[in-house]
């Protein structure tokens, strides 16, 4: 029978790119990779739930590469910040989990800037030098911020209010292009 791997929790981070209630696609070309559960979960070195959690992912390494990151901005300026990437394959849901234990619905979209901490086994790997991956469990948001999609005005277009009864734009309603 197959080692049950340990669980182990992370202290509360911020929320990145959560793709926990429906997988994320894998880029271009990497297609034999398949679709994937995963969040990041950006933490404050100077915090120190967080010095001790990096500490003991450290000793559990065995000074295997280690799966966190520096953060960047935009414009590809560090923060200051270090974040770590949680994954599992399409066939692990992850679980997603409020504060108070009850489960968040697939309606709810997890947005940047949540306060989250995730439940994950280690894995150690061999391949490209060894390191170690962190498999996602579950998730639990502790202060959600909903995603929601960025309006026109958000990406810094001008708008104009629309005259009463007019329909919504459309490709349809557009003349024939000569291409």
């Known amino acids: 029978m197959a080692e049950k791997k340990q669980r182990f929790t992370t202290p509360i981070g911020e929320a990145k790119w959560a793709h926990v209630h429906k997988p994320k696609a894998p880029f271009a070309g990497a297609e034999d990779k398949g679709m994937k559960y995963m969040i990041d979960i950006v933490f404050d070195p100077k915090d120190p739930a967080w010095a001790k959690w990096g500490a003991d992912l450290r000793a559990m390494s065995q000074g295997l590469k280690l799966p966190i990151k520096k953060e960047v901005d935009e414009n590809d300026v560090p923060t200051g910040r270090l974040f770590v990437t949680f994954k599992t394959g399409e066939k692990y849901p ?20 949540s306060k989250a901490r995730v439940a994950y086994t280690v894995n150690a790997y061999d391949g490209f030098g060894g390191g170690i991956n962190l498999y996602l469990s579950a998730v639990q948001i502790v202060e959600l911020v909903e995603y929601k999609g960025r309006t026109a ?14 329909p919504p734009s459309s490709a349809a309603s557009e003349p024939d292009l000569p291409f």
């Open 94 to 113: 992850p679980g997603v989990f409020d504060k108070y234990g009850k489960t968040i619905p697939d309606s709810v979209m997890i947005g940047n800037g």
């Open 153 to 166: 005005d958000a990406y810094g277009f001008e708008v104009e209010p629309a005259p009463a009864g007019a």
